[in-house]
């Protein structure tokens, strides 16, 4: 249990388990993990584990945080967090490398960072203050691109790995032109059409080794809107289908307000918010290498490269136990739910599904998970309406199914969602730590495309609409039986981009229902 923890605080993979193949985890929503993760108090997302690595942050801008969450992410697990305030040029020369994060700095802290990369300091400033341009070799034209596209240059080094194709950003990009620094990346105005202006950029400053990278626009910011979706579109219905749900923040085409959809679904196959922060870790890592090579985690325990996350809804149906069973017969003989050798799921039920309490507790004891489906009638909720629906239902399910614990995941009875972030708030008020909510569907939307609607294969924490934090994981549900995507295509599609060349890395969460 212990060893799972502290995959837990390195990184999410813990949620994970092996089932013993090659490459591909087959795994449930982790009951080992996570119930060890419930009963001890659960790691902070502001946690610094120290290291090399220095995360600039700024209190007035909560976003500035995410990047201590991209870093365990990653797998670096080797920085500290320091406020702007607190930073003295003794704290820096402690430091071999900075992520600066979007923030508006003195002359004083400009001529403090400039001087600690000209001593062999490693700077990533993010939407760098202007007064950084001359040091980072970069000539500001006055003029933004929001909510574009860019691509990586494949050939240079931080590059390495990362998808040749264009993709999405979602925030501010400030336009430079290169004085001094060599383009990594190069800003698209659409998926086609190319700019003149670098997305990331890199340049070597003085005799010791120092280097300093900017991306001109905040990656933090992106990669929170990539998953999470429009923050505009929070709370609106746009699909036209009644009640409003996550689909409804990536859905374009409102028939009263048509727009792009938020992803572009021609990009949907690429996982593009995880191929961003693969950039700035190799980043890191190259940027580094001529002071020290820094350790990195891989995602997934024993090396893996895609994890696929047993879920299912039981709507009073009964196909819960007959599914249990057959994956305890499908699990490998001798295997080991501590060594997430076996095949597990969870199972999100109605409080009327016909299941005993002995019988939800066995299958718990055997390392399923058995939780409670919210429902909110198939209706809007407000935040005090859901917290009502959380409380009455638990207390239900707790007098039902004594001998069962709470469960820490959750998706929502036909997947309510109905603004930006209660959701994510009432679940961490009643020990939920994983949500299941965001779901690619509707069918006519998805189109048969295997893909990330959220841009992203992993699971991360969360934010609130202005940045900060909240302590709850989003797995996003790749997989349904409702959105009109065939199998076995839509999972071995998947799979064989997770482990050919295209390394689309992810924990591949599917929703199969459980029908008796
Ligand atoms: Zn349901």
Redesign the pocket.
Known sequence: MKRHLKYFTLSLCTFLLSAGQASVLMTTLPLPGLQTSAAVAAPSPNAEPGGPILVITTTSDPFSNYYAEILRNEGLNTFSISDISSVSSEMLANYDVVILAKMTLSPAQVTMLSNWAASGGNLIAMRPDKQLSTLLGLTDTASTLSNGYLLVDTSKAPGSGIVNQTIQFYDTADRYTLNGATSLATLYANATAATSNPAVTLRSVGSSGGQVAAFTYDLARSVVYTRQGNPAWAGQERDGLPLIRSSDLFFGAASNDPQPDWIDLNKVAIPQADEQQRLLANLILTMNLDKKPLPRFWYFPHGKKAVVLMTG?D?ANGGTIARFNQYKAMSPAGCSVEDWECVRGTSYIFLNTPITNAQASAFTGDGFEVGL?VNTNCANYTPTSLETFYAQQHRTFSNLFPSVPVSPTQRH??IAWSDWASGFKVELNHGIRLDTNYYFWPPNWVGNRPGFMTGSGMPMRVADLDGTFIDVYQAATQMTDESGQQYPFTVNTLLDRALGAEGYYGVFTVNASFVA
Do not use: F, I, R
Request: glycine share 0%.
């Open positions: 809804d709507h489906h009875h036909c």
